[in-house]
T-cell receptor
Framework: KNEVEQSPQNLTAQEGEFITINCSYSVGISALHWLQQHPGGGIVSLFMLSSGKKKHGRLIATINIQEKHSSLHITASHPRDSAVYICAVNSGNTPLVFGKGTRLSVIA | ETGVTQTPRHLVMGMTNKKSLKCEQHLGHNAMYWYKQSAKKPLELMFVYSLEERVENNSVPSRFSPECPNSSHLFLHLHTLQPEDSALYLC????????????FGEGSRLTVL
């Protein structure tokens, strides 16, 4: 079974800072997902990627298949980015395995 | 608007009650899921349905009983729950089982007294 580790567990940043959240996994995958969960509970899918890099607005996700590692970057962070960011992976048709999440607080 | 709607958003029940959680998706997806999220633990998969058939059941206690009457609706029937079952229950859907992007509902926050 894949093990998914995220770091850091908690992160506090000043508005405008560049933020990086890391995710490592133990077994080869078919896809890696980055998800965002706001305090209300709902979860939004940010990215699904299997190689390279994806960008959406101020968010960038990268993945290094050889190193079994992915990063989520947030440029020009804003208080509305405060949320829990969750990494999840699957291999073939197996169910997603989730990390414990990184709690981000961006202070104005 | 996520396309996946869950009701109720909050539920408080006693251990002898019977209640149900409802999930509806308007995305034309073929797979639907129930997840449990407890404090400080990763999301736990409970059930996966593909085209109304259960394809995954992660050793969930029988006091949780899923029902998928069609590909757009998913229920989680609850009976004789325990206080440790208090958690956020999240419904999700995707194009196919364990494949593609997941779309989540807002969750149902359950408290068992």
């Amino acid at each position: 079974k894949n093990e998914v580790e995220q770091s850091p567990q908690n992160l506090t940043a000043q508005e405008g800072e560049f933020i990086t959240i890391n995710c490592s996994y133990s077994v080869g995958i078919s896809a890696l997902h980055w998800l965002q969960q706001h305090p209300g509970g709902g979860i939004v899918s940010l990215f699904m990627l299997s190689s390279g890099k994806k960008k959406h607005g101020r968010l960038i996700a990268t993945i290094n298949i050889q190193e079994k590692h992915s990063s989520l970057h947030i440029t020009a962070s804003h208080p509305r980015d405060s949320a829990v960011y969750i990494c999840a992976v699957n291999s073939g048709n197996t169910p997603l395995v989730f990390g414990k999440g990184t709690r981000l607080s961006v202070i104005a | 608007e996520t396309g996946v709607t869950q009701t109720p958003r909050h539920l408080v029940m006693g251990m002898t009650n019977k209640k149900s959680l409802k999930c509806e998706q308007h995305l034309g997806h073929n797979a639907m899921y129930w997840y449990k999220q407890s404090a400080k633990k990763p999301l736990e998969l409970m059930f996966v349905y593909s085209l109304e058939e259960r394809v995954e059941n992660n050793s969930v206690p029988s006091r949780f009983s899923p029902e998928c009457p069609n590909s757009s609706h998913l229920f989680l029937h609850l009976h004789t729950l325990q206080p440790e079952d208090s958690a956020l229950y999240l419904c999700a859907s995707s194009q196919g089982p364990n494949a593609g992007e997941l779309f989540f509902g807002e969750g149902s926050r359950l408290t068992v007294l």
